[in-house]
Antibody, heavy 128, light 111 residues
Framework: EVQLVQSGAEVKKPGESLKISCKGS????????IGWVRQMPGKGLEWMGI????????RYSPSFQGQVTISADKSISTAYLQWSSLKASDTAMYYC?????????????????????WGQGTLVTVSS | DIVMTQTPLSLSVTPGQPASISCKSS???????????LYWYLQKPGQSPQLLIY???SRFSGVPDRFSGSGSGTDFTLKISRVEAEDVGVYYC????????FGQGTKVEIK
């Protein structure tokens, strides 16, 4: 079974650093782009960026460039999202998801693909 | 950024009745490779989003055939032929031709 399992909920203070994780299993982790998506409380989905674990090629949404860092450790099939200095406005649920398309019923990697599966989400709360 | 605009933002549907959601993009989603990179997701209450439709009209694995997608260029539609109670949640369109962007979401509830 293809799965993305994210790290647990975090409660942090403004100014603190944080790194959350997303571990893939059941597929070739290095072959598929992994994206990160933010969902602020009661709001919609915002795409933050993607990484190709095979060579760590990374792309960011202009809205998040410089605000977060996306990385991956292919030796342990894990992608990361990190902040160097959290703000209260970073309070949100963060999802990772694999980027795919389907050809003749088979799921294959695709940089312009849809996202499946999604991780269960990591709730980050930043409050003084 | 490509802006994705969904209408309506909320929908109340009687079980067994059809429902339709529109999604318009600020630029064409037709790529030079001939594919149109438009996706639909459903986020059920308390759950992660799930992929329903890829490349405008192809149903993803396990998605019931009451869901269908159509459209081209900049105008797209998701239709549910007969809404069931399990279809409640927020539906999002997403473009993938450039850096992905999502629509605002359409909340579907049962009357």
């Amino acid at each position: 079974e293809v799965q993305l399992v994210q790290s647990g909920a975090e409660v942090k203070k403004p100014g603190e650093s944080l790194k959350i994780s997303c571990k893939g299993s059941g597929y070739s982790f290095t072959s598929y782009w992994i994206g990160w998506v933010r969902q602020m409380p009661g709001k919609g989905l915002e795409w933050m960026g993607i990484i190709y674990p095979g060579d760590s090629d990374t792309r960011y949404s202009p809205s998040f460039q410089g605000q977060v860092t996306i990385s991956a450790d292919k030796s342990i099939s894990t992608a990361y999202l990190q902040w160097s200095s959290l703000k209260a406005s970073d309070t949100a649920m963060y999802y990772c998801a694999r980027q795919i398309t389907m050809v003749q019923g088979v799921t294959i990697p695709a940089i312009r693909g849809g996202f499946d599966p999604w991780g269960q989400g990591t709730l980050v709360t930043v409050s003084s | 950024d490509i802006v994705m605009t969904q209408t309506p933002l909320s929908l109340s549907v009687t079980p067994g009745q059809p429902a339709s959601i529109s999604c318009k993009s600020s630029q064409s989603l037709l790529h030079s490779d001939g594919k149109t990179y438009l996706y639909w997701y459903l986020q059920k209450p308390g759950q992660s989003p799930q992929l329903l439709i890829y490349e405008v009209s192809s149903r993803f694995s396990g998605v019931p055939d009451r869901f269908s997608g159509s459209g081209s260029g900049t105008d797209f539609t998701l239709k549910i032929s007969r809404v069931e109670a399990e279809d409640v949640g927020v539906y999002y369109c997403m473009q993938g031709i450039h850096l992905p962007t999502f629509g605002q979401g359409t909340k579907v509830e049962i009357k």
